[in-house]
């Protein structure tokens, strides 16, 4: 799918720690800012933005909640880069690895009282993008990629939806 | 994130939450319902008119919230969502037991 260089990237890092959900939303805004002053047309909706927002902000919320628990806060990185027909983000810490993908959360939606108050967001960020892959690199960093086609629309699409 | 109260009954309460309901913010958002529940409050009402984002950790501070007030004989319900509120319960899927409402009135004057 991507055989050019990126059209725009923005970048940037923060301490892993609940916070940096700030620095996350201010890399966002910087991202679109670029993307709508280098090449307008590529720009996609705000629908279209907030659906990867979500799934970023998901897996961000994954790093700083689990990659470093049980020790000191290290550093989380964020790289965003849109290309002629997607958006591919990147965020990548030093913590511990992940076991495995947690399995998408069963819903008895008749048993309110019985409803999960947590364990939705990756299966969400999942769902907000057309690809998330996680993988430990040899040097013991965690990458998480999302990548999301240009040519959807914000919406979440009835696949997304059976997937989540 | 602030918190706006209004005191509708003696035991209905409308929050209207400004700013993100995420990972930062949820866990004081989520004691605050717990709070209102524990006062007396069992029909709450979140206007979230002014909620810029919402994440896993806000809905899971509704999702806490909703299974409150329903032990307290109750209900909570969300009036006036964003499309990324919208989207986030949609993909999900909870959207089927946290049924955004247009208004805070209709949410307050619906029986289910």
Redesign the interface.
Known sequence: MIKHGPLAETSGTAVAV??A??TI?ALLERFWRAAETLCPLKAPS??WR??L??AV??VA?NC??HAYRDMPAGSMELRLRLYQDCVVARITDCGLALVSLPPP?E?D?LA??D???????L??AR??VDRLDYRRTPNGTNCWRLLKRLDTD???SNQ??SE? | MELLMTEQTADTLVLQPIG?L???TAGEFKAQLTTAVTEGKRRIIIDMAHVS?V???G???L??G??AA??AGGDLRIAHVS??TL??L?????D??LRPYASVAEAMSTDD
């Open positions: 609940p916070a959900l700030d939303h705000i629908a907030m659906c927002a979500t902000v998901e919320d700083i909640r959360v819903l939606l309110v009282e409803l999960p108050e947590g364990g939705y967001g299966g969400l769902a907000a914000g919406e979440p997304s939806r989540a | 993100r995420d990972l930062l984002f994440d896993s950790s809905l899971g501070a999702i806490s909703l299974k329903r032990r499309q990324q989207t986030v949609t993909l999900t899927t909870l089927r037991v």
